[in-house]
Every structure is written in C-alpha cells, then in structure tokens.
C-alpha cells in the first residue's frame, strides 16, 4: 500500500524538502538497496584462490590497492557525470569508460551493476523524474552499456549529493562492497572486518583527496595487476561471485 508523501510547502517548505531529500541520499548508499553490488568481489575471489591472499593482511593490502584503482579510474566519471547529470553527457561518459575498460570481466560486472543502479533509482527515487525518461530513451538504443560510475554520479547529481560527496561515498560502497565479500570468502570474520573498514577509512579519504574532481580524460589504471587477477575470474572451476 502506498503511502502518499506531502512536502509541507509552508514557511518551512525548503527546509522540509531538504530534510527528505536526505532520506533519499543516504538510501542510495544503503546495502539494502538491490542494485547487485554483493555479487561481485572486484577481483578478490580470484585473487584468493590464486594464494595471493592467505590473510587479513593481504587482505589490507589488496582492499587500498582496489581504492587507488577505483581512484584514478572511476572517480573522474564519477565526478563528470556528477557535475553535469543530463543525457547527453551520461551517454558521453559510458561510450568512453566502456572503451576504456580491457577488462572483460570487470566490464561485465560494470554494466551489471549500471543497469540495476539505474533501474532501481529510476522506480524508487521519484523527486527525480528524469531518471525514468534517460532509462526508457536508452534501453534498447544499442548505444549505451549501463556502466556504473557515470550512473552513480548521474543519480547524486540528480539527488542534490555535491561532488565531494559523490566520490567519497563511491569509495565507500567500493570498500564496503570488497570488505564484504571478503567475509563470504571466510578470509575474515564480521568483527574483523568492521575493524578493517574502518581503519583503512583514513587511507581511502587520503585516496579520494588525491583522485577528487579529476575530469574523465585523467582516468588512468593504477593497478594493472589486480586487473589481470579480476580477468580470470571467469576461468574459476568454482565460483561464489560473478566477478
């Protein structure tokens, strides 16, 4: 049953409305939000049954080396989308990062993970309609390919999140996302891993400041060898995640 939702548009009306739209933001980053993120590791599951990981300081290592990735290579998408969310310059950003990344894998799990991201804040976050309209002008074009960081900046822009927000919570699912996974792997447990977040949390701000508000023609591969773990995830005999 839907519950319709009234915007007091008194002499406290902005107010109110800011006030909501803040629900609307922190649901963007809520883990609960069904946008496919869990089924993925970033590499991690392969990089754990080639022995590259054996421990929780492995594990360390490899979640700052992700960040810095992340860093160079999707934050600038992040940030040009953020600055300038309408259709054209999305349809810009996704044609360039899917010729960017080599990665075949990583590329799928991209597009996975783009296309949920916009469908479920197309259906969800109705204070943006002209979420649904790009959605429903794009499926089915066989020009764009979903890919997440331009739909994640796209949507906070859309959402009222600044730029410094965007890419600093794009960092942050990014951690959480990897950390969590590493728990299903059973590389470490719950309690381990909430301390691990939060300690890497003072080198991942150090990443964002570094990375921050770089335009798409920065992005760079800082990490080739994580990028080559994550492409032979598909050549597993077992596998727990789809990438």
């Known amino acids: 049953m839907e519950i319709p939702m009234e915007i007091d548009k008194g002499s406290h009306g902005p107010a109110s409305t800011d006030s909501l739209l803040q629900w609307s933001q922190w649901q963007l980053l809520d883990s609960i939000l069904p946008t496919g993120g869990f089924a993925h590791s970033f590499g991690l599951e392969a990089a754990f049954q080639a022995h590259m990981i054996s ?16 860093g160079s290579l999707l934050l600038p998408f992040v940030y040009s989308a953020n600055m300038s969310p309408n259709l054209e310059t999305w349809h810009k ?36 309609p002209s979420l649904e309209m790009m959605r429903i002008s794009s499926l089915g074009s066989g020009t764009v390919a979903f890919h997440h960081a331009p739909i ?15 890419q600093r919570s794009y960092m942050f699912i990014t951690m959480r ?11 470490i447990g719950p309690l381990g891993a909430a301390k691990l977040q939060h300690d890497i949390s003072i080198a991942a701000e150090d990443m964002s400041k570094k990375w921050m508000n770089r335009t798409f023609e920065e992005a760079c591969q800082t990490a080739p060898v994580l990028d080559t773990v994550q492409g032979c995830h ?10």
């Open 152 to 166: 994640f900046g796209l949507v906070c822009g859309l959402l009222g999140l600044d730029t410094g927000i965007s």
């Open 55 to 70: 421990g929780p300081e492995d594990l360390q290592t490899y979640v700052l080396h992700v960040l810095e990735n992340t």
């Open 93 to 128: 950003l996704d044609k360039i990062l899917d010729a960017t990344l080599t990665n075949e894998v990583g590329r799928k799990a991209s597009i996975a993970q783009g296309s949920a991201l916009l469908r479920v804040a197309a259906t969800v976050f109705s204070e943006a």
């Open 177 to 187: 996302d990897v950390i969590s996974a590493a728990t299903r792997l059973n590389i």
């Open 234 to 243: 598909a050549y597993l005999f077992s596998r727990l995640f789809c990438s």
